[in-house]
């Protein structure tokens, strides 16, 4: 009897030493599992920035080089034999230059502030109409380089959100000068401030470009990474404009959506609480939806 009891004790403890090593092994395993994935999101992430920041490089460059062209031969004027004409011309490119660069300076240290996460929010009621027009007014000097008519919609006398002014007029800002990127020369990008199907005030931006697949939307709403559509148009993704004014709207409890179809463009849509919900609005299950077939009467109507 004691032989038994004896041997039972030590088969027990067998068990629990066999137990305690598997255990000890599978922790081991899970960590081993973790630091790899930690480790290929960090390279991930670093092969991204680097692709963002090469391009950027390229984005930069451009408008400095016509700054520096232009300039120089505005100061050589009498070598070039430049006319009065022509003094007004170059002058009207250096300032076109000069407002494409800093508006890819002040992307730059939008992205730097979501990464670190010093974006501060300060919620307001917000005319989007007149939002809207001041968006549309800030890029007629890109629209004109393009050759692209930025034409605005409206349907309601008031458009009012509650919000972030300064974040939401940013992330308009995004949606029109990417729609303008998108789109080719003598085309048109139609902007509108409306109450949408739910209720919610929105802003609803849409291009005739080529349009995305899926797989390229969901890149395109990543910060980093930038889609390669040929090499003719190598640098005319949608860079972090996308992203940029998703992160912004969120943040501030409203809701984005897009919508493209390949070769027929892309639509995008910023949406607010309504601004009489005020320190409410909060998170609300019922997303506002794109009124589909009434953008689409309208942009119809407006062609």
Same mark, same amino acid.
Do not use: C
């Given at each position: $009897? ?6 039972? &004790? ?9 137990? *305690?090593r598997v255990s ?12 790899? *994935?930690?480790? $290929?999101?960090?390279?991930? *992430? ?6 963002? %920041?090469?391009? $950027? ?15 120089? $031969? ?20 250096? %300032?076109?230059?000069?407002?494409? %660069? ?25 005319? %989007?109409?007149?939002l809207l027009d ?21 349907? +309601? ?33 139609? &902007? ?50 996308? &992203?940029? &004014? ?10 984005? *959506? ?20 005020? +320190? ?24």
């Amino acid at each position: $009897m004691r032989t038994l009891r004896s041997f039972t &004790a030590s088969q027990g403890s067998r068990l629990a030493d066999y137990g *305690a090593r598997v255990s000890e092994l599978l922790i081991r395993r899970r960590a081993e599992l973790e630091a790899r *994935a930690a480790r $290929m999101e960090a390279e991930f *992430a670093i092969k991204a920035r680097s692709e963002f %920041l090469a391009n $950027m490089n390229h984005e930069l460059r451009t408008p400095l080089n016509a700054i520096i062209g232009f300039a120089t $031969m505005l100061r050589d004027s009498d070598d070039y034999q430049i006319g009065e004409e022509q003094r007004r011309t170059y002058s009207e490119y250096i %300032l076109q230059s000069a407002d494409l %660069l800093l508006g890819h300076i002040n992307t730059l240290l939008e992205v730097a502030a979501l990464e670190s996460g010093r974006v501060e929010i300060h919620s307001a009621a917000i005319d %989007l109409r007149a939002l809207l027009d001041d968006a549309i007014e800030r890029a007629q000097i890109r629209a004109e380089v393009a050759g692209v008519e930025v034409r605005r919609q409206s349907e +309601h006398d008031e458009v009012v959100g509650w919000g972030d002014p300064e974040r939401t007029a940013q992330a308009v800002d995004h949606l029109i000068q990417t729609a303008i990127k998108l789109s080719d020369e003598g085309s048109r990008v139609h &902007a509108r401030a409306s109450i949408g199907a739910s209720g919610w005030p929105e802003i609803t931006v849409r291009d005739q470009g080529d349009g995305f697949t899926e797989e390229d939307l969901e890149e395109a709403l990543e910060a980093f990474t930038e889609i390669h559509r040929g090499l003719d148009r190598s640098f005319l993704g949608p860079g972090v404009g996308y &992203a940029v &004014a998703k992160t912004f709207v969120e943040m501030q409890g409203g809701r984005f *959506a897009i919508e493209s179809r390949s070769g027929q463009g892309t639509r995008a849509t910023i949406s607010l609480p309504p601004a009489e919900a005020g +320190h409410d609005s909060g998170e609300d299950d019922d997303a506002p939806e794109a009124d589909e077939d009434r953008i689409e009467e309208r942009d119809d109507d407006a062609a």
